[in-house]
């Protein structure tokens, strides 16, 4: 701990090792979540704060009569539910702010206020010392059972918190710990304050029957009747807020300070609520709110207790024990919290994190020496990108065979599967596409996966040749392993006619021969698997691997290193969740000396490596679907309609979010800029292709929707048709072996295809984070009205929000 800071001056260890303990804990929760550990989802209004003309109050710096101040209130549920209808304690956060308090938003600084007064329903705090709370934070529900029983109190103060209203602004608020009020004629008091609808100041609703209240368990969830929309609080508070303004008043309590320890200690404690018939509430000031702050500006706001002037001070304390170190302890969990949630970086000024200095965002992302521009594999994840809990679980639901991923997890995955099927690995796993289609070698499905298989878009329109389309893959470059079969080219051709591809003629050149290939020639079925097993390899690298994992790695670096306050982050981060995680994961899994590309086919690991470098070379943020949509209208061509439907909608949701953010993102254009160079540095776009510099608000808006299409719409269809098409070796392997060759292996080749079939499975099968369950909202309903030109394609539960599988 930094001794400097006061809140780290003069404690004892206990509470020095407490702090850290708890400190950790909520940071963590603030990592994982990506929002603050508590009051997660909030709405803040702005408006003037205007202290009453008439005080009966000690003279006062801050709160001096007919004093005006620009305001910020901030409405949250205390335990961060994002669905208002669980019932739980409502909260209400104040921040005084420096200024005229009629300036323009712009003129304000947010960040800077004079006073954060944290407030929340219920006239007490559960427990009234910092040891006994940080038990209850680190309780199973069986030991909390057990502490309801030991502090008897903790029953009845939970009956005051949890409440179901109708309305954010009928309820009273608190600030349940107590504060230090210093007049400007230097008397000591103690303060709470209090606030409460200035027009109604009585209404104090929904509260709860006791017995309904089920602790240790401190909410409630959301009843099976209850229809309220999941933003009932927020969205009404907002629509009063932006139509008649709401008006509050802001009253205090004050008793004095005194010579007695033992009744200065009582009058901290923040288990005991002080009677109105002692020491009765002043009214002090009215706050009048007459806008809502945009999310971009509101969500990056940290506020906490310790934001205050001397004269209205957070009480500190030394023990863990003292009445005080609730919210000294309160004030360090705040700050640690916003940090993780803002910086994904530990404090290592205030807590004992074991990390000792963190280095800056460039540090902490450095580029690997590979042939892409990519995070350095040989370095650790930081928190910032480290994968969630929810992800390892629903990673191991699906990972055949088991193994241990990750030194601080146990072993991950379905165990025991791998013997049962002993010897017969493919014909055990579960039937893909393929396995159920009689017709599956036939020249018509031969057509609609070219189409709408797992690498689409690849289809182009040839003049003057017998045939229409064609699709070539040119393996000229590639090392191949011995007994390996790959052509050096091999292309498919087709006619179109009756809005129908037809096949016209498979030509390849292998071992320096090239044939020419027509349905019902002799070899026309060993073409069209030739051809298969050639698409296999490019599908994997290019289109997989090169298109989504590793050209957006690039964007995804560029941007964790750069983007700090940026709204950009609110649009972009969840499209680039798990991304970095499991780009370094798959550098042993998939692509690497031991990955299941070199292993399954026949190409080297160089040889990935040069296709990959070769494909992300031309890849452009400027791309759209529009160039690869086949120019005529194919009847079961569904990919082109839905492809191109999703960029539209993306286009509509990206320029929608700048709308509503423009201010915020011009704000911090900083980071933008920054983030351009690193793309532009270590970029290998060709030089005929132009560069990937950002340079203006559309071009950062093309780069949003090229980025999310790549990591919601590509990498879901490429992805999770990996089993349809991959997952029946009978059908269409990786690689292809010649037996006569004295290199050729059987039983390397069998557990190379019962390789194929388990990673192809579980690649196709984690569906973590679907769009239609955790998207947001606008996003959601864009898609929903689109589903009739994406879902023959693809089915809307199966878009994933990012890459990260």
């Not at 089920?214 to 009404?236: G, H, I, N």
């Not at 404690?269 to 009214?283: R, S």
């Not at 390899?537 to 995804?556: K, P, W």
């Not at 776009?685 to 990591?711: F, H, M, R, W």
Request: aromatic share 10%; hydrophobic share 35%.
């Amino acid at each position: 701990m930094d001794s400097r800071d006061p809140r780290t001056q003069h404690v004892d260890d206990e509470f020095k090792k407490l702090i850290s303990n708890i400190a950790r804990a909520f940071g963590r929760t603030a990592q994982v979540k990506g929002r603050r550990a508590t009051h997660s989802y909030g709405t803040i209004a702005k408006g003037v704060l205007k202290v009453l003309d008439t005080l009966d109050i000690p003279k006062h710096k801050t709160f001096s009569a007919g004093k005006q101040y620009p305001v910020l209130l901030r409405h949250a549920n205390i335990k961060g539910f994002r669905d208002d209808a669980i019932l739980d304690g409502r909260g209400a956060t104040v921040r005084i702010l420096s200024g005229d308090a009629h300036a323009p938003l712009s003129a304000l600084k947010l960040d800077e206020g004079i006073v954060d007064i944290l407030m929340s329903t219920g006239r007490s705090f559960i427990l009234g010392e910092a040891l006994s709370f940080a038990r209850w934070v680190a309780s199973s529900m069986t030991a909390r059972a057990a502490m309801l029983k030991e502090f008897p109190k903790i029953a009845p103060i939970f009956h005051e918190i949890i409440r179901d209203p109708d309305s954010y602004t009928q309820l009273h608020y608190y600030s349940e710990t107590t504060y230090s009020f210093t007049s400007l004629d230097q008397q000591s008091f103690f303060l709470r304050y209090r606030l409460v609808n200035r027009h109604h100041p009585s209404a104090d609703t929904g509260w709860l029957n006791p017995e309904d209240v089920k602790l240790p368990l401190d909410f409630l969830p959301r009843v099976a009747s209850d229809t309220r929309a999941e933003t009932y609080l927020q969205d009404e508070f907002r629509q009063q807020v932006r139509s008649t303004g709401v008006s509050y008043l802001l009253q205090i309590q004050l008793q004095s300070v005194s010579d007695d320890v033992e009744a200065n200690e009582k009058a901290k404690d923040c288990t005991i609520p002080w009677e109105e018939a002692d020491y009765p509430f002043h009214d002090v000031a009215v706050l009048d709110l007459d806008s809502i702050l945009p999310d971009e500006l509101a969500e990056p706001l940290e506020f906490n207790p310790y934001n205050a002037p001397p004269e209205l001070s957070l009480i500190l304390a030394q023990s863990a024990r003292e009445t005080a170190s609730v919210n000294h302890l309160r004030s360090v969990v705040y700050q640690i919290s916003a940090n993780m949630r803002k910086y994904q970086t530990p404090s290592s000024s205030l807590v004992d994190w074991g990390s000792g200095h963190q280095p800056p965002l460039t540090e902490q992302y450095p580029y690997g020496n590979g042939k892409t521009p990519s995070f350095d594999n040989t370095k650790p994840l930081p928190a910032r990108v480290q994968p969630k809990p929810r992800y390892w679980a629903n990673f191991g639901l699906k990972l055949i065979p088991n193994q241990k991923l990750d030194p601080a997890l146990p072993e991950l995955g379905i165990a025991g599967v791998l013997d049962v099927m002993g010897p017969s690995v493919v014909s055990y796993m579960p039937p893909n596409l393929t396995r159920t289609r009689l017709d599956k070698f036939s020249d018509d499905f031969f057509v609609e996966r070219r189409l709408n298989g797992f690498n689409p878009g690849k289809l182009n329109r040839v003049h003057g040749q017998p045939w229409q389309y064609q699709v070539c893959y040119d393996c000229s470059k590639h090392a191949v392993e011995p007994a390996g079969i790959l052509p050096s080219r091999i292309s498919a051709r087709f006619n179109f006619s009756g809005q129908y591809l037809h096949p016209h003629s498979i030509e390849f050149t292998l071992n320096g021969q090239t044939e020419t290939q027509c349905p019902g020639d002799e070899n026309w079925e060993w073409s069209k698997r030739l051809f298969r097993c050639a698409e296999f390899v490019f599908q994997e690298i290019q289109s997989h691997l090169g298109r989504t994992h590793m050209n957006l790695d690039q964007y995804a670096m560029a941007y964790y290193r750069n983007v700090v306050n940026n709204p950009i982050r609110l649009l972009l981060e969840p499209h680039l969740e798990g991304l970095i995680n499991i780009n370094k994961l798959g550098a042993n899994l998939i692509s690497g000396p031991t990955g299941f590309i070199p292993e399954a086919s026949s190409l080297t690991p160089e040889g990935v490596d040069d296709v990959l470098k070769d494909e992300i070379s031309y890849l452009s943020y400027r791309w759209t679907p529009y160039c690869q949509a086949l120019p005529d209208r194919v009847l079961n061509n569904h990919y082109d309609p839905a492809a191109i439907a999703m960029w539209t909608l993306l286009k509509q949701y990206v320029r929608e979010f700048f709308q509503e953010h423009q201010a915020g993102i011009d704000a911090h254009w900083s980071e933008i800029k920054a983030m351009s160079h690193d793309l532009v540095t270590h970029s290998i776009l060709k030089p005929k292709l132009g560069t990937l510099a950002v340079q203006n608000s559309e071009d950062l808006q093309q780069l949003c929707v090229y980025v999310i299409y790549l990591s919601s719409f590509f990498h879901s269809w490429v992805n999770n048709k990996q089993y349809e098409d991959g997952g029946d070796a009978s059908y269409g392997t990786i690689g292809l072996w010649d037996t006569h060759h004295p290199a050729y292996n059987p039983q390397l080749v069998a557990q190379r295809e019962a390789r194929q079939v388990t990673l192809l499975w579980t690649l196709s099968h984690v569906r973590y984070n679907p769009i239609m369950d955790v998207g947001p909202t606008a996003l959601k309903n864009l898609l929903w009205q689109q589903r009739q030109l994406i879902e023959p394609g693809i089915p809307l539960a199966n878009l994933m929000m990012s890459t990260n599988i």
